[in-house]
């Protein structure tokens, strides 16, 4: 008889054999573009804090207020005794920040997801989702108990023979997709899917996680800047752009009710701390006020995209639309290689690899408070290693 958790041993020789092994690397400093990592500063070009709000004075003394007036925590579910003005102030400034009737702020965007996804369809519905669809999409369809199809990335022509094949078949359908995807920076052909959507009375729900604070002329995503106006269901989280944490739902007031009553991630979880909440609250507030975030953004990717034109052994995996760039640089052994030269020149942009990603990549993130120097030093960095 073999012991019974005998196979966790065999599987870890597996992880370290296929070179799938990770490990968290410990930041002892501020988010930042520069952060302290192993013992040294590190130009960051991993992080998710696109804006340079994480570490924004502002964002700060807001979560120190929440926290002398509430607490440290919501100490309940919303639904019972966690739920507080902030919360509601919050959801108010989501709506009006992505022009929806209401919202509904979860403990985590991943949570939003989950709970909407698994909410609005079931046994008898059907979903189709991109198949580069974060995690948290894909485990939503299957917790939803729905029939799954997975569509070819960004691809209008399979997503609509899918619907002619099986839409008629279920009660309801749902198309799922990021509008920015995590991994490759491109973004989703929108338009195309709500076309498609009207045709086929589809519900739509967006993971707008990367969009947010980013995209569109007030920062409010991919549908601001498309000009959406159809119904949708919009997700995205509060801990990207918006340099906090928790995940929202945005739509129609009927939709949002709903939830509250139906989505178990919601009902059965403790609500959003109140140093989250004040914090994500006054990040909306200042993506409204100082469009010059994103405009350096916006700059620094011109800048990079310029520079990456003019290393020959490097393929970006997209037409660089977004603030997350792929990089291929080889094989899953090569990639990792790359990333480890580049963290001993001081610089953590660390491999992507599989069975995250189906081919091994450098993920880049570009932040608006990189400077034009910084940029530069990586491009020297990646030359180098390259040649």
């Not at 919202?103 to 698994?118: D, E, H, K, M, R």
């Not at 094989?331 to 995250?356: C, H, M, N, S, W």
Request: include cysteine.
């Amino acid at each position: 008889m073999t012991h019974a958790y005998e196979w966790i041993d065999r599987s870890m020789q597996t992880i370290h054999q296929a070179h799938w092994y990770r490990s968290p690397q410990v930041v002892a400093s501020r988010a930042d573009d520069v952060v302290h990592m192993a013992g040294r500063d590190m130009l960051m070009f991993a992080s998710n804090n696109y804006l340079g709000l994480a570490g924004d004075r502002r964002l700060i003394d807001a979560a120190i207020a929440a926290t002398e007036t509430y607490g440290t925590g919501a100490t309940g579910s919303r639904l019972v005794s966690g739920h507080l003005a902030l919360h509601a102030q919050l959801e108010q400034a989501i709506a009006a920040f992505k022009q929806t009737e209401a919202a509904l702020v979860f403990s985590s965007g991943y949570l939003a997801n989950l709970g909407a996804i698994a909410a609005v369809v079931g046994a008898r519905d059907l979903i189709l989702s991109d198949t580069y669809n974060h995690a948290c999409l894909k485990q939503g369809a299957t917790l939803s108990g729905a029939k799954v199809i997975h569509y070819a990335h960004n691809d209008l022509e399979d997503l609509a023979t899918h619907l002619a094949q099986h839409r008629h078949l279920h009660r309801r359908c749902l198309i799922t997709t990021d509008t920015v995807f995590s991994m490759d920076g491109d973004v989703c052909p929108l338009l195309g899917i709500m076309d498609l959507a009207d045709r086929y009375n589809c519900m739509v729900l967006v993971d707008e996680a990367h969009g947010t604070g980013v995209f569109g002329d007030r920062g409010a995503g991919v549908v601001n800047a498309m000009g959406i106006h159809q119904p949708l269901i919009q997700v995205g989280t509060l801990s990207k752009a918006l340099g906090s944490l928790g995940g929202y739902v945005a739509g129609s007031a009927q939709l949002i009710d709903f939830l509250r009553n139906r989505a178990s991630t919601w009902i059965y979880t403790t609500g959003l701390s109140p140093a989250d909440t004040a914090a994500a609250l006054k990040a909306i507030e200042i993506v409204q006020k100082e469009p010059q975030r994103r405009e350096a953004l916006w700059n620094n990717l011109a800048i990079l995209k310029q520079g990456l034109g003019t290393i020959k052994a490097i393929a970006p995996n997209s037409d660089l639309a977004s603030q997350i760039i792929a990089l291929k640089v080889g094989d899953t052994e090569q990639t990792l290689k790359v990333a480890e030269y580049l963290k001993q020149q001081g610089i953590f942009a660390p491999a992507i690899r599989p069975p995250t990603v189906p081919t091994a990549r450098i993920r880049l993130t570009l932040m608006a408070t990189h400077t034009t120097a910084q940029i530069h030093t990586l491009l020297t960095c990646l030359k180098s290693c390259l040649a």
